[in-house]
């Protein structure tokens, strides 16, 4: 592959220059962002040098088992963000969400790696890492919405809830509305986006591989393919979220456990 | 008929954080029987009936249902048996007729759909709520006609047990006298019902407690 024109660290240095639009707006109008415009900026660069500095060695190695591994590492963080955005107590809720984005998430990377991009080691480092990161990364933008979301009706209309269970509900019939309510919520930024690629967006995978060298052709298929392998990912990853976590929000009669739930 | 109390509370004490509520109440209730239950805002009333459907945790003592203990097998059992109706009990999204339909969708409800759609149209007839009030969204009624829709669908399942909390609270007084007749006078019903306010039915005989009087 033939890749994008490297850029110069100097150069690197200048694009920083396009932060200076929001500083300058936030003095003059005192937006008060400065402090986390200048963290951000330093957070993201930081983060990315050394995930860069780490691929380049994961690239060049190419071991499956160190591929999983990074896979499984990114889960953790996935599954960290998605317990602590919904509220939930991580101690209780971290391995069944843990759970629900290993299983889907590697699932549908490995299914696309298997059958679409028809790879024969599929666990090969661009792959696993790149594909399966930007699945977990999208399925985990609509897990924290659907799982917030999930536990955040479900406590607000506690007393709905309870009714449910008298009209001769099981706890799963009771808790079926909000599971449907927040898994169309999930869903519903991912289908949207599906509605408008190419049009409104030009999706950032797609940009990246025209970079690198690829023809649109290729880039569009490799785009489509993603997007439906997003959806599914998402689509599970949110079901799974929330059927793994109730089982261990609620006691055996039907209660929330408040103080699992957090605030 | 045996003389097991269908509902018995012993020596309940229910605490919300560091505060006490109710402490050591004691109440049985048998088959048949009817049991207003009176006290201020904040009297534990509410908790109690939720106690005993295994809602509410109690701080000690014990809720026994017909005799056992109330686990969570036995507070299931009580869920099956008993009907209860919330204050200002909410009904969920969309319009009545989805909620019933929801309601008639639990694998308990499924066999006697039209055994338990007749009788709630029976039911709505009694609250003086028209026919046409399935089509309604349930975000459109008033308080008083949410109170009356979620009666007659509590009151459909063919249940006789009724733990009604606050129910009548945004009902007129005619209104609420003919709800409290209805779920006061059957003999065959056991009601317990929670209020703040007296009522003196004309044919019902019941009991009365009162709590929170410390």
Redesign the interface.
Known sequence: MNGAIDISYWALALSAAFALAPIVLSAAFRLRLVKDVVVSSLRMSAQLALVGFFLEYLFAWNNAWLNVAWFATMVVFASFAAVGRSSLNWRRFFFPMFAAFLIAGGSTTLLLNLFVVDLENPFSARYVIAVGGMLLSNSMRGTIVGVGDFYHDLRR?E??Y?????????FF?AAA?YFRRSVRAALKPTIAAMATMGVVSLPGMMTGQLLGGSSPAVAVKYQIAIVFAILGATTLTVALGIGLTYRFAID????LKEEWLGD | MSSTPLLSFHDVSLRFGEREILNNFNLEVSEGEKRVLVGGSGSGKSSLL?AA?????IASGEIFYRGEPTT?DV?ARA??E?????Q?????AGAVRDFLE??L?????RGRRREIRERFGERLDFFELPADVLDWETARLSGGEKQRV?LS??AS?GKKVFLLDEVTSALDARLRDKTLDLFLGEPSWTTIVVTHESYRPEGATYKTTTLGAS
């Open positions: 209309d007393g709905l309870l009714f449910r269970l008298t009209l001769g509900a099981t019939e509305p055996a009669y039907g209660r | 939720k459907l295994g809602f509410v945790k969570p507070a869920r099956r008993i009907a209860y109706v919330g200002e009990q909410p009904l969920g929801e309601t969708d639990y694998r308990a409800n979620a669908l509590a399942l």
